[in-house]
Each structure stands twice: as C-alpha cells, then as structure tokens.
C-alpha cells in the first residue's frame, strides 16, 4: 500500500516516502493533510508548485535535487526563496528568480503517472488547481 494519497482537481495519484529523506518525512508528516492550490512554475520548466511563504520545517537539505523526474516531489526548506513543495510532470531544472535551487527529494509518485501531463496542462492553461497530500 503506498504511502500518500495525492489528489489534484479529480486526478487521483499515490506515493512512496523517499527512504533516504527520515528527516523530511518526519517534519512533514504533521503537516498532512496538506490542502493548497497547486500552480505553474515561472522558472523551473514543467513543474508545478505548492508556495509556503515563512512557514518552512527546519531539516535542511536532505537527499537533495535540482532535477528531479516527473512524479519526484521536493520540498524547498532553504532561505533563498520561499518554501515551497515541487511538483513536476515533465521535464524540470529547479529554479527560482535568484537562480538555481536544490530541494529535498521526499516522495515519488508509484500511481497516476498517466495522469501527469493532464495536471500540467490544466495548471497551466486552466489556472490554478486545488491539491490535497494526505496519508494513507
């Protein structure tokens, strides 16, 4: 049984915990379910994003990415932009409008990945989409 249940608008996706980030799982984990708007990314390709502003758990950097698959979730924990949770479904290079970022890799997606293009394309033409991340 997967980890976490992902469901964007109706598209329905499950994940794994990342083993090589405990850190980060047990600083999210009181945080589910997380209840947000998912939308585009400006600068990192085709990925979507979960904004926290302040509100950031204090891990550090942890199993950490710049160019994660599609499906892999990070989760931005630094000072040099806004916490944030990555999402992408297509090709992505982590950035931001100071430059390139590194986030935590925290989760993969292990179910919907056919649904991955069809979030990207409705975040992207139909506006932002509301996303929950919750524990199975």
């Given at each position: 049984m997967p980890d976490l249940h992902i469901t964007v608008g109706d598209l329905r996706f499950s994940a794994d915990w990342e083993d090589a980030a405990?850190?980060?799982?047990?600083a999210l984990?009181?945080?589910?379910?997380?209840?947000?708007?998912?939308?585009h990314c400006k600068w990192?390709?085709?990925s979507?994003?979960?904004?926290?502003?302040?509100?950031?758990?204090?891990?550090?950097y942890e199993n950490h990415n710049a160019h994660p698959a599609p499906g892999q979730l990070l989760i931005y924990t630094g000072?040099?932009?806004?916490?944030?949770?990555l999402f992408p479904y297509g090709a992505c290079s982590f950035s931001?409008?100071?430059?390139?970022?590194?986030?935590?890799?925290?989760?993969?997606?292990?179910?919907?990945?056919?649904?991955?293009?069809e979030m990207?394309?409705?975040?992207?033409?139909?506006?932002?989409?509301?996303?929950?991340?919750?524990?199975?």
């Open positions: 405990p850190r980060t799982r047990a984990e009181p945080w589910l379910p997380i209840r947000s708007r998912l939308i990192s390709g085709e979507t994003w979960i904004p926290f502003g302040d509100r950031r758990p204090e891990v550090g000072y040099i932009s806004e916490c944030e949770i931001s409008r100071v430059g390139p970022l590194a986030g935590n890799h925290f989760a993969t997606i292990v179910g919907g990945h056919e649904h991955l293009a990207g394309r409705r975040v992207l033409w139909e506006g932002a989409q509301e996303i929950e991340i919750s524990a199975t």
